[in-house]
């Protein structure tokens, strides 16, 4: 039997072009807001923090020394 990603927690291994499967799963969670990020809709991030950000501006104010 198959098991669904659905509701589920992916790990991911962020690079400068796109991101690696660790653990499968259909979302990540903002490490600055907490928010829900599907897969599909993940387009931000840091590779030097492996840390997924849930918007633009987001990732800027978390990148911003």
Known sequence: ML????DRLARLHYMANGFRV???GD???C?????RIAIEDLRYWSVARQEAY???VVATEALTP
């Open 54 to 56: 849930a918007s633009s």
């Open 31 to 35: 490490a600055v807001t907490g928010a």
């Open 27 to 29: 979302h990540v969670v």
């Open 22 to 24: 660790l653990v499968p």
């Open 3 to 6: 098991m669904s990603n659905t």
